[in-house]
């Protein structure tokens, strides 16, 4: 249990195995606090493969905090597209923008004003304060959770609050104030690489393999424990894709709740038949032409996943004015309007359309 547990114990072997195992990462090639912050943003709810291009990709477009606070919504939102979760995204210019009017464009050192800025929680803060400042705070996320929770084999929730802010004042009291950061990135790196949370864990490339109670019960598999969530709410929804030659229909989504302010194609609730596809269209007054099956596909979000049915639907151009729709070129579509992940199996098609044209 964690209070029974002798956590100085951890620290010195931790320390030797990061500096001979810490990966190559974009974000720790050129560890400015900018590029810092935007890395731990990303990789909330995301792997670190799939970052790998976006951070690339976003550093080169918005280089500086500057830059981030003055960029369009649509070009942030594209920049953002297939990382989900475009909260983050909206909530990272916020406070870049927060950041211009107090402190002059640069990041504070300061833990609690971190903390104070919009979309830093504890661990954010505690990461960027460490890694771009130095700062001795804590910087607890699942992976680090993990493996304290199975080094000295406590079965406490994870899920409550409490657990996580005794995890973080345990490690405050033994992180090393001159190797704050690498104290930080190598306990998120064990947890990464070695105390796997899918599947059996890598025991015998662990620095702490000869002291961890989780290995020596043989409880790995019980740790760490956590309440599950209740069971998401399934929506069942109709992907139309609508054409007129080389342009496509999207729709603007509201600017708050589920995938705000993303653009998507039009997506009726409940799955449709042909017919009831069809007549969907007639009421955009539009004139449907051809209509084909599509893939049917499943996204999950946090608490709901949708169910989706789709059908491409050829439409006559006559009535593209009539009808006030959104359509816009599939190239376009493709590359300048931000299309949220969960159509991922629908936008292929436009791949496939653009070779056409």
């Not at 505690?126 to 890694?131: D, E, L, Q, R």
């Not at 993303?262 to 051809?290: C, D, I, K, T």
């Not at 009539?322 to 599939?330: A, C, K, P, Q, T």
Request: with cysteine; proline share 6%; hydrophobic share 40%.
């Amino acid at each position: 249990m964690i209070h029974d547990f002798d956590f100085n114990l951890i620290t010195d072997p931790l320390l030797s195995w990061y500096s001979g195992h810490a990966r190559v990462l974009p974000w720790r090639e050129s560890v400015t606090p900018y590029r810092v912050w935007v890395s731990e943003i990303m990789l909330q709810q995301t792997r670190v493969e799939a970052v790998k291009p976006y951070f690339e990709r976003f550093m080169a477009a918005l280089p500086t905090i500057k830059d981030l606070a003055e960029c369009r919504e649509d070009r942030l939102l594209k920049l953002w597209e297939g990382l989900g979760y475009y909260n983050r995204v909206r909530n990272l210019q916020s406070a870049a923008r927060e950041i211009m009017e107090k402190y002059g464009g640069q990041l504070p050192a300061d833990y609690k004003k971190l903390l104070s800025l919009k979309g830093i929680g504890h661990y954010t803060a505690g990461a960027v304060s460490s890694i771009a400042f130095g700062i001795p705070m804590p910087a607890v996320d699942g992976n680090v959770l993990r493996v304290i929770m199975r080094v000295c084999a406590d079965d406490s929730d994870i899920a409550k609050q409490s657990v996580k802010t005794e995890v973080e004042h345990t490690l405050q009291q033994i992180m090393p104030a001159d190797r704050a950061a690498d104290f930080n990135q190598a306990l998120m790196e064990l947890g990464a690489t070695v105390c796997l949370p899918n599947g059996e864990p890598k025991c015998g490339e662990c620095p702490w393999h000869s002291f961890c109670e989780a290995r020596k019960q043989n409880l790995w598999s019980q740790l760490p424990r956590k309440t599950k969530a209740g069971p998401r709410r399934i929506e069942k929804r109709t992907v139309l894709l609508i054409r007129d030659g080389e342009k496509i229909v999207l729709h603007k989504r509201p600017g708050r709740g589920l995938l705000a302010g993303m653009y998507e194609f039009p997506n009726p609730e409940g799955h449709m038949s042909q017919e009831e596809a069809l007549q969907e269209v007639r009421r955009m007054h539009l004139h449907p032409l051809q209509i084909s099956r599509l893939t049917d596909a499943r996204h999950i979000f946090s608490h709901v996943e949708w169910h989706m049915t789709g059908y491409m639907i050829r439409v006559d151009s006559l009535t593209r004015e009539e009808s006030g729709m959104l359509f816009v070129d599939i190239g376009d579509a493709r590359a300048s309007y931000p299309i949220p992940s969960a159509f991922a199996a629908y936008t292929k098609y436009l791949t496939a359309l653009e070779k056409k044209f």
